[in-house]
């Protein structure tokens, strides 16, 4: 007969004790942490980082830089997932930046976005047809990589403006700012796809 061990499965350690092991010497313990986290944070950075190959690279970056710094994570200002994507987000927009890859972006008119309210917008882009939902994804291909990544976070990953902020660094008010010029940026672009395409 086998041992209790080996009856009775071993519950998988936390987050907060695998940091505790691994801060204490347990080095080989990190192993587990970036089993558990290096596919979403690989997620996070293919939308800065298209390349299967570049975005592996820059994930497994991410995760060495996290191992380096492990010491100074601290669980009173963020939980560890928001501590690990900040380090993947600013490295993966560092290396963005370096590949100055050009994406299309439809110029929206300056004027437009100056003058178009907020109910505007709102309007526009809470319409849900299909030809709107269409025009609503071809305008979120032409907004710049960090752009779409903060909608994702905040609309499709359900992240918190709090938890956006320890992620990318910036302060909740221009955040929230940000989204909101994003959001008018998109309904523009949405106009112009539309007069564009009834001429």
């Known amino acids: 007969m086998g041992s209790i061990s080996e009856i009775i499965p071993q519950a998988k350690p936390d987050d907060l004790e695998l940091v505790s092991r691994i801060q204490n010497g347990e080095r080989d313990q990190f192993r587990l942490l970036a089993e558990r986290y290096a596919e979403r944070l690989m997620r996070?950075?293919?939308?800065?980082?298209?390349?299967?190959?570049?975005?592996?690279?820059?994930?497994?970056?991410?995760?060495?830089?996290?191992?380096?710094?492990?010491?100074?994570?601290?669980?009173?200002?963020?939980?560890?997932?928001?501590?690990?994507?900040?380090?993947?987000?600013?490295?993966?927009?560092?290396?963005?930046?370096?590949?100055?890859?050009?994406?299309?972006?439809?110029?929206?008119?300056?004027?437009?976005?100056?003058?178009?309210?907020?109910?505007?917008?709102?309007?526009?882009?809470?319409?849900?047809?299909?030809?709107r939902l269409s025009l609503l994804e071809r305008a979120i291909d032409q907004l710049k990589p960090d752009d779409q990544m903060l909608l994702s976070f905040y609309y499709f990953d359900d992240y918190s403006i709090k938890e956006i902020s320890q992620i990318t660094g910036h302060d909740g008010g221009y955040l929230r700012s940000r989204l909101q010029w994003i959001r008018k940026k998109l309904a523009v672009i949405i106009k112009q796809l539309e007069n564009y395409e009834r001429q």
């Not at 560890?80 to 370096?98: C, F, N, P, S």
């Open 44 to 131: 996070m950075v293919r939308r800065l980082v298209p390349s299967k190959e570049d975005a592996e690279e820059v994930t497994q970056d991410a995760l060495l830089e996290a191992f380096k710094s492990l010491s100074r994570f601290d669980k009173k200002q963020s939980s560890l997932q928001t501590w690990l994507m900040r380090i993947a987000y600013h490295i993966a927009l560092k290396h963005y930046r370096q590949s100055q890859k050009t994406v299309p972006i439809a110029n929206a008119k300056q004027e437009w976005l100056e003058n178009m309210s907020d109910d505007e917008a709102d309007e526009i882009l809470s319409d849900t047809s299909s030809d």
